[in-house]
């Protein structure tokens, strides 16, 4: 378990060199997007959120927070947002590309929205 965790952690990073940021010109969206910033409201901290590349079909997504990290799974996809759930902590959250905004929470009693301060893709998605 935790050298499948440090093999996907050193992917990821791994893959982070190929990405394109938002500065660039390429548009970011849903079926794009690779991986998410965003500052947590409640601690200030920093929480990225990155598609696990070893999943085929790009249906897992993990957050990396100081809390630890926690998986999501893709439960569904517009031209501009990623909806995503944690089964085990039975958290949604959603990546709002369009606003640039993210919200979490159980049931309907989804947060605020946070901005997202940064957001990567890969190019072979494109």
């Known amino acids: 378990m935790i050298k ?39 601690t200030g901290q920093l929480v990225q959120i990155n598609c696990n590349h070893l999943v085929a079909d790009r249906s897992e997504w993990q957050e990396h927070s100081p809390n ?27 990546i709002d590309l369009h606003q640039k905004k993210l919200t979490w929470g159980t049931g309907p009693n989804k947060g605020q929205p946070t901005s997202i301060i940064g957001t990567y893709a890969i190019h072979s998605f494109q």
């Not at 791994?14 to 794009?32: D, G, P, R, Y």
């Open 4 to 42: 499948k965790s440090i093999l996907a952690t050193v992917l990821t990073l791994a893959a982070m060199v190929l990405i394109t940021s938002t500065s660039q010109a390429a548009e970011i969206k849903a079926a794009n997007v690779s991986s998410v910033r965003y500052q947590d409201p409640d």
């Open 68 to 94: 630890g990290v926690f998986i999501f799974k893709v439960a569904a996809r517009d031209e501009w947002t990623v909806y995503l759930y944690d089964a085990n902590r039975q958290i949604s959250m959603t």
